[in-house]
């Protein structure tokens, strides 16, 4: 089945203790991506990356690392989370960009404390 | 003013009602757009895209006004599972494939 994961689904965690949410894709996709998503605020780029090695900004990158070593894997990595860092994530992956349909993930749920 | 605005609703309708949602886009050479579906909790889908010349997909239909810089969704007989928040998605830049900006969606909710 196509699809996109993440884990872990829910987490609650403490400021500043280091966290990674993994993000995985079976469907050969170059094009992966991290959103964030707040009342009020709707979907946020966080991250993406065109394709192995290839990571850029998006609209609210601070506080977030991500790499793209394999094809399949984008983690999203929050070094010294912070309760503004509380929300709702995707990942999402596409053929090739923001043109085409994007598949999100479940969705992880961050709380920070 | 937001790049990317709808209303957020909530509209309640009957079942069986037409029902239309506007989005309007500021960025007049924005290439692509889409209308996705999120239901309560769990992860945006792909409703259909937009396409210049409007498309439709059974009870929905969608259209592109580039001069209005708007794009609408229009829903016949309302079904009680079309109730979610439609999210309205626009490629902003010519040849950014990269990015997206997403509305804040706006809910519909479908009565018995």
């Known amino acids: 089945e196509a699809q996109v994961t993440q884990n872990p689904r829910y987490l609650i965690t403490v400021t500043g203790k280091k966290l990674t949410v993994t993000c995985s894709q079976n469907?050969?996709?170059?094009?992966m991506s991290w959103y964030r998503q707040d009342p009020g605020l709707g979907l946020r780029q966080i991250y993406y990356?065109?394709?192995?090695?290839?990571?850029d900004k998006g609209d609210v990158p601070e506080g977030y690392k991500v790499s793209r070593k394999e094809k399949r894997n984008f983690p999203l990595i929050l070094e010294s989370p912070s309760p503004n860092q509380t929300s709702l994530y995707f990942c999402?992956?596409?053929?090739?960009?923001?043109?085409?349909?994007?598949?999100f993930g479940p969705g992880t749920r961050l709380t920070v404390t | 003013r937001k790049e990317v605005e709808q209303d957020p609703g909530p509209f309640n309708v009957p079942e069986g009602a037409t029902v239309a949602f506007n989005c309007t886009y500021s960025?007049?050479?924005?290439?692509?757009f889409f209308w996705y579906r999120q239901d309560c909790r769990k992860e945006p889908k792909l409703l259909m895209s937009?396409?210049?010349s409007g498309n439709e997909d059974g009870r929905f239909t969608a259209q592109l006004n580039r001069a209005s810089q708007y794009i609408s969704l229009l829903i016949r007989d309302s079904k009680l599972s079309d109730s979610a928040t439609y999210l309205c998605?626009?490629?902003?830049?010519?040849?950014?494939?990269?990015?997206?900006?997403f509305g804040t969606g706006t809910l519909l909710a479908v009565q018995p």
């Open positions: 960025n007049s050479a924005s290439q692509s």
């Open positions: 990356s065109m394709n192995v090695e290839v990571t």
């Open positions: 937009v396409y210049s």
């Open positions: 469907m050969n996709h170059e094009y």
């Open positions: 999402a992956s596409s053929f090739s960009g923001g043109g085409y349909e994007q598949y």
């Open positions: 998605v626009v490629n902003p830049v010519c040849g950014a494939t990269n990015k997206l900006i």
